[in-house]
């Protein structure tokens, strides 16, 4: 039995709650915002030690990219039906696609109109990104399994 079928008595998780009020665009938002703000201090954070914009970005991604898929598992879409294996190798490839259209999208700002200010691209490169990111993990990496 899994720990969340599991009730050994606990009150329920108020974010978890708060959660399945919310609709999904609104929790996947949420989630964004988290993943967001992990990637832009992260990158900050990095830039203080070595400013180099389009190296720093690759370990801020993959920070922002941990931490939004937990929190999406938990909190934005409903089980898949797939083994936790199988689903974060389809959130991998949603990811893998949605971060190059991000990652694509800051390189070009940063190298352009934005070498003064890595962070606006950045923001700008995550928001389109996002656009990709939600219909892919919405329809492929957590559609529910087809029945068989």
């Known amino acids: 039995m899994s720990v969340e079928k599991l009730d050994l008595g606990h009150s329920p998780d108020p974010l978890r709650v ?53 929190l999406n598992r938990a909190l934005t879409f409903d089980a898949s039906g797939r083994t936790q294996h199988d689903e974060a190798m389809r959130y991998a490839l949603v990811t893998a696609v949605s971060q190059g259209t991000s990652y694509a999208v800051f390189a070009a700002l940063v190298l352009t109109v934005f070498g003064w200010l890595p962070q606006a691209a950045l923001l700008v490169g995550c928001a389109a990104g996002a656009v990709v990111g939600y219909k892919g993990h919405r329809l492929f990496a957590f559609a529910p399994r087809a029945p068989r």
């Open 18 to 70: 708060l959660a399945e009020h919310l609709p999904r665009p609104l929790r996947f938002l949420g989630v964004g915002t988290i993943g967001l703000t992990t990637d832009i201090c992260v990158f900050t954070l990095l830039m203080g030690f070595a400013p180099r914009p389009l190296v720093m970005r690759l370990f801020s991604i993959a920070a922002a990219t941990l931490v939004a898929w937990r």
